[in-house]
DNA sequence: GGGATAGTGTACCGTACGGTATAGTGGTTG
DNA sequence: CAACCACTATACCGTACGGTACACTATCCC
């Protein structure tokens, strides 16, 4: 009976599933059982309900992948426990994973896309700060840690993107496979 | 003058631009200073102008990868060579490799990305095959073609996506960074 | 010249869009 | 009781959507 939770479940299922475009408001409010009156006194408009929608569910992200993001000295470690970590949230999220995904490299001039961009900044400065702290003990990592935060958030996300739309079958290895490959390479 | 043509170059403009379903026929017809008539003369549908876009610039990517991808028993050269092609293609083909970026991890419900699902599904297999030709001479690689093709295509893909963008500057080294990291990690 | 054919413009179709004016409802607070 | 306030339903706004009927023109082949 929690309309306003409602409507946002509801919103969030329909535009992983079609796309923020190409969803009505008239059919949100419908599969919310609720009438557009309604929606527009919670979220003001849509756009608005989409903003809404991506705060609360990105801040629920950093605050799954922060913790495992905090370098003590081993790399390796670190890295494998913050690819487990965006695994579980997007397991555990599974609509939202595949909303941000779609948004993260969309088209560049659409309102939806341009909503998620702050939040897709702050997670590549998580990972820069973390190359960026264990630099001080991999001396040779200068002027890398960029591209090496987005390479890493690239694997990780292609591989989520592909087990979520039924691409790739999951596996257990997966995790350690992506994040030794990572490290390591093809070669060892 | 050659309306049809620059129908389809005003299309994929604005869908890369915008996305797909955030363009009317209207205002595509305006861009190529025609009338809807004609559009729906030459392409029938706003879905059929979108399919004939995809299997002409697909067709025109795979004719300028698949030479790259031919396997002569020097894995990390295809990569390179492969890797460059990727590139080179984006660079010319801006518009069009993001629309199909943005449709690559779209919503899997929308029917745009429906139409990009078989072309994509030809660029792994491509990939596939290229991992299983050089199995044949790196016979520790069983069972992991397809998580080599489904990562060295994704970051491919999230590079080039940054770089179009504009999320990263691009380089001269980019593309050699990219591969070597494939093969040896970041740990070398 | 005459008939077919590709291509294009005018005007229009029904429907759905995002959004809102207005009139309530029920419960809480003075 | 009365004023208020968060919330919800009916009914509607103007606009844009994807798509089309129809008439017209230019070109080409006979």
Redesign the pocket.
Known sequence: MD?RQNIMDQALRLFAAKGYEA?????IARAAR?????L??YFG???GLLDELLQVNFLALLEAVRPAADYQGDLPLTLYRLAGAYFDFAKQNPEFYRLQLSLWLGPHQSESSLAVRPWAHRQQTLLVDLFLAAARDHGNMKGRQQRYAVSYLGQVNTFIGLVLNGFLEPSDGMVFNLVHQFMHGIYS
């Open positions: 309309n969803v009505g408001v008239e059919q609720v009438t557009k009156p309604t527009y006194h408009s849509k756009a």
